[in-house]
């Protein structure tokens, strides 16, 4: 047996060994600061971070997420491109304008590395500019949510909490009806069902979205009609008020599909004991809905962008559901803001959809990469430029490649990828949006 | 707070389950991620982005051993990071971490075939560990799990350091005639 091959199996041991250590360890602390307070010593120790900046959700991507996340891309034009880790040269990039973003001729040689794979469309209509936008955040009548969600149903027991984000406001938690979960707060509503198999359902949208949006196609379930889902999801969209939506992504999840997906895959309970998922019935199968929110024809990134300047991190906006033939399971909406905006001044697209992809590439041959990624999607979005007082925000149009990344250790052991990955891309300039940090 | 308390704070989106998390096991996992890294910044940097992981991940999962699922997200962040600073400099070579002490009990030729071997050794091991005395475990796990120093060991259950690599010692000689005995080539 090698070293490594010893340190690789001890990684693996039980978790209630690991576990053991870490309470044995967190209670010697314990009594450890007790006696130092006591004493009223003051001993100085290394600190590694501040736990003020440590515990936002702004705290910074930095050298692991961003060289993880790092890659290369490959311009493509209207055609559909896949290499397979194979040194690649880049099309060139004709530069001919923001509209023409997807157009190639001729040969630039831009390498591309082999630790890339792209598996994209560039979008073909680019505007040739767009304003930068404020919005403010939408505040919900207390009274008409719950009369949408919860209706003339019991409530079983109800608590509030400081909102996350929106100081003197609350973030409700209503528990109703048969096993129900409203939680709300200005811009935010999740309400969902909390048994087994929602939670089942909920993991496998999840795992949807992180990585097999396109093995899931939205045909027709044998239970109910697709249209049914849309208009029960719609329907709860028209009684919040909210128009600002854009077209709807579904897909439909069979039980067969669902638990094809989720074999394999363990859940634990509270003593630590590993236990499979439960299988999904006919009964169970469901739609999962998403819809993005959309001002001047662009959407909202529906991507959770971390910065180190907390201002400046971007919250992702969406609608998402899973419909049951019996009723929505699963409702929740992010980062809603109001429909009407604040127009600012307006950003050329100068960089096309191609030059964007170019200037990732060059970015990328000239940093270290760690990871496998594959490039899926590019569109023009809104990401937040800054978070303002008052939890208003200014949104700038950006390019946004998506895709996703494995290890190197990962790919090995034949793994396949969940985590995503993000890229952005100046429109005006070609910057890399990262590197401006 | 309860480590149910704080998962129950992940799934429900409220945001001070980070600085619950970083009050109770900020320091777990700085020592964790300093213990491979050995360097201050990157270890805070591998915190941060163990927070975000936990946040990305609670849900989906619900984790019932909070401490065990922060530690392993730490250790692999750590981990991966070292191998990617280790490539900067050394152009890609395998990182395996510095335990001279493990060259007497392993023959370091590599025997494991397949995962299901590769998975029989962990149950191996695991069923090992259940036998072992709490403190001779939690050392163990201590320096081969959590990579922490002697030295460190030695403070944090009272011991000499000569103490800890003799108790070590045993131990690894334990487990090697435990697998041998179960037919692997250790």
């Not at chain 1, 009964?283 to 201002?311: C, G, R």
């Not at chain 2, 250790?75 to 400099?89: P, R, V, Y």
Request: glycine letters at 4%.
């Amino acid at each position: 047996m090698t070293r490594k091959e010893w340190l690789s199996a001890v990684d693996k041991i039980d978790d209630k060994y690991i576990n053991e250590l870490a309470d044995y360890q967190l209670k010697k602390k314990q009594k450890s600061e007790k006696k130092t307070s006591e004493e009223a010593e003051v001993v100085l120790k290394p600190q590694y971070f501040r736990p003020d900046q440590s515990v936002k959700p702004g705290t910074p991507f930095k050298r692991v997420m961003i060289a993880a996340a790092a890659v290369a891309c490959v311009a493509a034009v209207g055609i559909f491109i896949r290499i397979n880790n194979k040194p690649q040269v880049v099309p060139p990039n004709d530069s001919t304008g923001a509209s023409s973003g997807n157009t190639i001729s001729g040969t630039s040689g831009l390498p591309v590395p082999e630790n890339l794979i792209l598996d994209l469309n560039l979008p073909e209509n680019t505007p040739s500019a767009a304003p930068v936008i404020k919005l403010k955040p939408r505040f919900w009548d207390n009274d008409k949510l719950r009369k949408i969600f919860i209706g003339d149903k019991e409530i079983t027991s109800e608590t509030n909490y400081e909102s996350n984000g929106f100081a003197d406001e609350k973030r409700y938690v209503v528990y109703f009806g048969d096993n129900m979960r409203l939680i709300y707060e200005p811009t935010n509503i999740s309400c969902e069902r909390n048994d087994d198999i929602s939670a089942v359902q909920s993991s496998i949208a999840s795992l949807i979205e992180r990585r097999w949006l396109e093995q899931f196609s939205d045909e027709e379930l044998k239970s109910f009609p697709k249209a049914d889902a849309l208009a029960r999801v719609q329907n709860i969209i028209d009684k919040l008020e909210i128009v600002n939506v854009g077209e709807p992504v579904i897909r439909s999840v069979s039980a067969e599909k669902g638990n094809e997906l989720m074999s394999g895959r363990t859940s634990a309970d509270k003593d630590g004991n590993e236990h499979t998922r439960p299988e999904m019935t006919d009964a169970d199968e469901f739609y999962f809905i998403t819809y993005p929110l959309v001002y001047n024809d662009i959407e909202l990134s529906q991507h959770l962008k971390m910065n180190a300047d907390f201002k400046k991190s971007h919250r992702p906006s969406y609608i998402k559901a899973v419909v049951t033939k019996n009723g929505i399971a699963e409702f929740k909406c992010e980062n809603i803001y109001e429909s009407e905006f604040e127009a600012q001044e307006n950003v050329l697209i100068n960089c096309g959809a191609q030059d964007a992809l170019n200037a990732l590439i060059k970015h990328y041959n000239e940093t270290f990469q760690m990871s496998y990624t594959t490039l899926s999607g590019c569109k023009l979005v809104y990401i937040t430029e800054e978070n303002l007082d008052g939890q208003s925000r200014v949104l700038i149009p950006i390019w946004q490649f998506s895709g996703y990344e494995i290890t190197k250790e990962e790919k090995e052991q034949g793994l396949e990828p969940e985590r995503l990955h993000y890229d952005y891309v100046l429109p005006q300039t070609g910057e890399i949006y990262e590197e401006l940090f | 707070m309860d480590d149910q308390k704080i998962v129950c704070m992940f799934l429900e989106r409220d945001e001070s389950a980070l600085r619950e998390v970083s009050k109770k096991y900020g320091a777990y996992c700085t020592s964790i991620a300093q213990n491979i890294l050995h360097n201050c910044e990157d270890a805070e940097e591998c915190v941060n982005d163990t927070y975000l992981h936990a946040w990305n991940s609670i849900p989906p999962n619900k984790p019932t051993a909070l401490g065990a699922f922060l530690g392993r997200i730490t250790k692999n962040l750590a981990l991966n990071m070292l191998e990617s600073l280790h490539c900067e400099k050394r152009g890609g070579k395998d990182v395996t971490l510095p335990f001279e002490e493990l060259d007497e009990f392993i023959s370091g030729n590599s025997s494991i075939e397949g995962e299901c071997e590769f998975n029989e050794i962990v149950d191996e091991i695991n069923a090992f560990l259940q036998t072992l005395p709490a403190k001779k475990r939690m050392i163990f796990v201590a320096r081969y799990w959590q990579c922490e120093k002697l030295s460190e060991i030695a403070e944090c259950f009272g011991m000499a350091e000569s103490g800890v690599a003799a108790n070590l010692s045993r131990t690894c000689k334990k487990l090697k005639d435990h697998l041998k005995r179960r037919g692997f080539d250790v």
